[in-house]
């Protein structure tokens, strides 16, 4: 059983690390064929990884927070992800951490805002003030919606919830409330608003290059992960639990998460991006939806 739990707990770390390149590689080639272009490899993204990983950065600025925040978002992005589960195997559990995965996941998008603030810079301070606004309207309806499923199944552990959830009015409501919590704040188009390529020049990233900006890119792109591993997960395992075994729930998992990341694709290339005052307003109504989603959980519904 040990020896299961160390090797799954291996293929988990790889996953989180090695997967999410992949996974923004398929979706750029799913979006080029839609589009009638070749597109890129799939690879591309690991190449562009390992260019940027491979060049000295240029430092604008003095500021120890410019030079750290990368470092942090990429740090807080893996503990996310860790804390989900990989087939029957949670590689870090704990009483509670269902608080350290919305902590720590937003830890990413202050990383991004670190970095941002610490430039006199107009692009790299209006991305910041965008994925402020972002998180401060989309974290509410991502913790309402895990807070609905820890409701159900009587537990704070957020990787043994999918495990333990039933079926019940408000849990459905809240897998729509994940959904689209886990879209907008993976900072798909048209919410892709704080990097916003053609019009503020991908606001922090702008003054970023080398290593530090392809350590901050990695971490955005595992943050996604998880978001996506989080909801593969609870739409997975609940019809898998009780018939399969750890690899074949495993298997299971990355089906979903690559039908998601397609699905996606295909979302983004249909769309625009959205202002940022039309994000809030979205944001503000499903918050208040998610309200009542939650007081229906709280009734037991």
Known sequence: MEAERIAFSFISLCLILFLPPLLDGIGRKVKARIQLRQGPSI????????????VEPVYPTERLAFRLAPYIAFA???SAALVLPYGRVIPVSFTGDIFVFLY???????AYM????????TYTNTGANREMMMIL?????????????????????IGAIPFALTFTVSVLLAYGLLAYSVYVEGGFIPFDVAEAEQEILEGTFSEY????????????????????????????IPFVRNVANGALILITQ???????????????SMNARL???HVIRRNTGVFLCSLAVLLLAALGW
């Open 43 to 54: 690879l591309q993204t690991y190449y562009d990884l390992t260019t940027f990983l491979s």
């Open 76 to 78: 807080s992005a893996v």
């Open 104 to 110: 720590v996941l937003a830890m990413v998008s202050i």
């Open 114 to 121: 670190v970095g941002g603030f610490s430039l006199n810079n």
């Open 137 to 157: 309207s989309i974290e509410p309806i991502l913790g309402v919606a895990i807070g609905t499923f820890a409701l159900n199944a009587h537990t704070l552990r």
């Open 209 to 236: 290059s080398g290593y530090l900006l392809g350590i901050f890119k990695w971490a955005l792109m595992i943050k996604r992960f998880a978001l996506l591993w989080l909801l593969s997960s609870f739409i997975s």
């Open 254 to 268: 990355l089906i979903v998460l690559l039908l998601l990341y397609a699905g996606i694709a295909v979302i983004e």
């Open 275 to 277: 202002r940022i005052d």
